[in-house]
């Protein structure tokens, strides 16, 4: 049975729905033994899905509130996402989570996740619509992100296939295709010598986009069989889905026989 904890929280500080209080009552009444927030680090190539520099010092404000209100009932912990282009260095922070969000291109910074329609019109214009040269440039930054940030667990590892199971079974691109496989090889060669914890990410089902966590399948059992480690997660963007898929996920990984770490911070 899993532990009841997630350590990828989104609240009102970034781009969640509910606010950190609001986020820690649910994991109490869910029974959880601890809860870690991550607000968005932040990015002035895109102010609106993360924490400002004002709202990142409130957060912690508030955080320090919550932890000595809820002393007792429940461990909580203040981390961050970190992304690959963050401008602020993550200090004072519990823990770092390490994502890539963004691929820079043609003096823009593409969003990997900001929607179905945006992504692909952004593959046309600065990838001539070879989604497979996009998949590369990303995998390329999730290749050095240990190095760049040292995250203590690194996030959606292939985000970049966030839109792939589209209406009728239309996907962006090959998941099997010799290309994308040996750009997520080599990132993966490269994330697995620094023994960082792959997380589980349930988020995506949680709104709706997949039916599966990330990552797939075939990227857990890469990971598996080089020797991984991974974390569950829901990447929680509303209280209500803050054990998105648990259940189904230890079922997964005791299935696959994934190693995991039991993240849990003195």
């Known amino acids: ?115 179905r329609e945006n992504l692909e019109s952004c593959v046309r214009r600065h990838w001539n619509g070879d989604y497979l040269a996009f998949a590369e440039d990303y995998y390329a930054l999730m290749g050095t992100m240990a190095d760049r940030l040292h995250p203590d667990f690194i996030a959606h590892f292939d985000l970049v296939t966030k839109f792939n199971e589209g209406p009728d079974g239309c996907t962006l691109f090959d998941e099997q295709s010799p290309r994308y496989l040996a750009a997520a090889q080599r990132a993966l060669e490269q994330l697995i010598q620094a023994d960082i914890p792959f997380e589980i990410n349930t988020g995506a089902i949680a709104r709706g986009y997949r039916k599966t966590p990330y990552p797939s399948a075939e990227m857990m059992r890469r990971i598996r069989d080089m020797g991984g480690r991974f974390i569950y997660s829901s990447d929680c963007h509303r209280k209500e889905k803050l054990d998105c898929g648990f259940g189904d996920v230890t079922a997964m990984a005791q299935e696959m026989g994934l190693r995991l770490t039991d993240f849990r911070l003195a």
């Open 1 to 115: 049975m899993i532990k009841k904890a997630n350590f990828h929280t989104h609240t009102t500080f970034c781009d969640g729905c509910d606010t950190m209080e609001d986020m820690v009552r649910t994991a109490i009444a869910k029974g959880f033994t601890a809860l870690g927030f991550s607000g968005h680090s932040y990015g002035q190539y895109d102010e609106d899905y993360c924490m400002s520099r004002t709202g990142t010092q409130l957060y912690k404000t508030e955080f320090a509130r919550l932890k000595e209100k809820y002393e007792g009932r429940i461990r909580l912990y203040c981390g961050i996402e970190q992304d690959y282009f963050a401008q602020d260095e993550p200090v004072g922070f519990d823990y770092v989570i390490g994502s890539v969000h963004y691929v820079p291109k043609d003096g823009v910074y593409v969003s990997v996740d900001a929607g």
